[in-house]
Every structure is written in C-alpha cells, then in structure tokens.
C-alpha cells in the first residue's frame, strides 16, 4: 500500500553496486542478507488476512531490481515442521532460526557449513517476554530455552555498555577472536539486532 519514491530501486542499486565493487576492490567477499520479518515467515497464524496489496518492497529488489540478496524467507517457513524458527513473544529468531541465516551466509560466502557448531537446546529453561510479549500489560511470557553450548570466541572489545548507557544501540560495536578457530579468516557484520550477539537472541 506504501508507494516508493522513483528512484527507490535506482538508489538501492547503485548502493548495493559499489558495495559489491568496493569490496572486489579489496579483495573482500560480500553478502547481504536480508532477515526476513517475522510476519513474512508467520503470516499464517496472523488473525486477519495477510495477502499482500501487491510485491513486497524485498520482492520487488530480488525479482526486478536483480539485487544479489540472500533472503531465506522460504526456507525459515519450511523449518517450521520441525521447529519454531523465531520466538514467540519476540521478533527474533530462536538458535535454530539464527543457524539457518548463518548457514545461507556461509553458503552464499562459498565457506562450509560443517564449520557451525551443532545447536542443541540447553536442559534448563527460563520464562520471560520477548521484545512483543512485553508491550502488553501484565506481560505475554513463553519458556525460552538458551542454547546448550557457550561460545567458544572470546569478547576482546565491546562497547555495548556504554551505548546502551545514553539509550540506544546504534554504534554498537563487539569482537569476538578464536585462537583456534577452524577458518582463519575475519568475518565483519553490519547489522542490526538480528546480527547482534546477545545472549538473549544466540
């Protein structure tokens, strides 16, 4: 229903382009993933219909712009006959929704997936509400399991604390190194908190 400027698709284009230019230049491989919204993968268990008014904006640059995007909604939706892929009173993914966008990012880097660990749920569980669940009053819980294993990178820098002390998280920065890790190379994610290694979203 929401009608782009003109220019919308030349701009997302050019913009994507010299991405993908600036880091061939460096010798750099470059994958942008799109994390599907939640409502894409469960529209299906929305009250109202759903049916988009017309292609959605994702759509739009996948099919008419050509834009090199990794987008896995398809492969979230088919997960979830055997697991939920997001939390329930939260947008986020749960671990084995976060470990289907690393394995397409891998894949699409041309790097193993055999490299990600096995994600098994740990035997303890807790209950809270999510990012959704806690805008409601009392709050919308759910038992939230973390995961069984603790990373095995260590935190060598993170500023995270002092962002989020003049309320926000737009200039987060963290790194993580693993001494013995089984590819040598760095990986740099740009993102939002869907890229944002939080213990609460794994």
Sequence with gaps: EVQMTSSWMQEWQALVGQRTEAARC????????????KI?????????????HGPRPVSRLLNEAGLPLVYPQEALRDLRKDTETYLRTDSHLTTRGNLLLAEATLRELGVSTALLPEVEDAPSHYVAAGDLGSHFDPPVLEVMRPMAAVSQASIVFDNWREISAIGGHIGTMRVFRRDDAPDERTAVVFGDSYGFGDDAYQ
Excluded: I, K, S
């Design 26 to 37: 460096a010798g750099r491989r470059l994958v942008c993933l799109v994390v599907p919204e």
């Design 40 to 52: 894409a993968v469960y529209a299906d268990g929305f009250p109202q219909d759903l049916t988009p």
